[in-house]
């Protein structure tokens, strides 16, 4: 069996063969150009990324790009479109394998938005593009957390939503989740040092509930 780490993917730092994006406005992050194909001269269209980090960062987000703005919220949507059978994909297989990953039905509505979606499908789609799985766990997770996509930020919405549910709901919102939020801040509040200790706890608090209102409205159904 073939060494994950010598596919394409690999090479390029792109492990889901997204294609190259020409306009450096559209682009994501870390896509230095067009990527190696000596192996495929015929198929020279896929990016190359700076970091596999950032190639992982990428899938995330043409993922939760695929849900939001194009409605592909099922496995079976998903995949359709990242390996369509024009491509020469047996995209059924593909997507059966995926949706085993996801523990789903192929055709169930699901978020990629939340870590607990997003962090097996998109190691099934490297698994899948890359003919093995060529990433450690940890090596995932951090491309997924460039992303803003973690254990924690799912957990932490998981708590707000409860809290907004409860008569006393703004007990809910411990120091963890404010703390969180403030991480955020905490470069403004560096270039703020000499302001009085209100008003930085202030501009913490505001940045928590700033942070946890686009948490939640990211994650509301496409």
């Known amino acids: 069996m073939p060494d994950p780490k010598t596919s394409r993917g690999y090479r390029n730092k792109n492990p889901g063969n997204l294609n190259y994006i020409a306009d450096p406005q559209r682009a994501w992050r870390g896509q230095i150009g067009m990527g190696d194909s000596w192996m495929e001269p015929s198929k020279r269209r896929f990016g190359e990324y700076d970091t596999h980090a950032n190639g992982i960062r990428a899938i995330a987000g043409q993922l939760v790009v695929n849900q939001t703005r194009r409605g592909l919220s099922t496995i079976a949507a998903q995949i359709g479109s990242w390996a369509p059978p024009s491509d020469n994909n047996n995209t059924d297989a593909y997507v059966r394998r995926v949706a085993t990953a996801v523990g789903v039905t192929p055709t169930a509505r699901v978020d990629v938005r939340s870590y607990s979606v997003m962090r097996p499908l998109v190691a099934a789609i490297i698994d899948m593009e890359c003919a093995g799985q060529p990433y450690t766990d940890a090596e995932i997770d951090e491309g997924l957390a460039l992303y803003g996509i973690t254990p924690y930020s799912e957990q932490r919405v998981a708590t707000m939503a409860q809290a907004a549910q409860t008569g006393?709901?703004?007990?809910?919102?411990?120091?963890?989740?404010?703390?969180?939020?403030?991480?955020?801040?905490?470069?403004?509040?560096?270039?703020?040092?000499?302001?009085?200790?209100?008003?930085?706890?202030?501009?913490?608090?505001?940045?928590?509930?700033?942070?946890?209102?686009?948490?939640?409205?990211?994650?509301?159904?496409?």
């Open 168 to 222: 006393t709901g703004a007990a809910s919102i411990n120091v963890a989740t404010l703390t969180g939020a403030a991480g955020v801040a905490a470069p403004i509040l560096t270039s703020l040092g000499g302001w009085p200790w209100q008003a930085t706890v202030a501009l913490v608090v505001a940045a928590a509930i700033g942070v946890v209102a686009w948490t939640l409205s990211q994650r509301k159904t496409a």
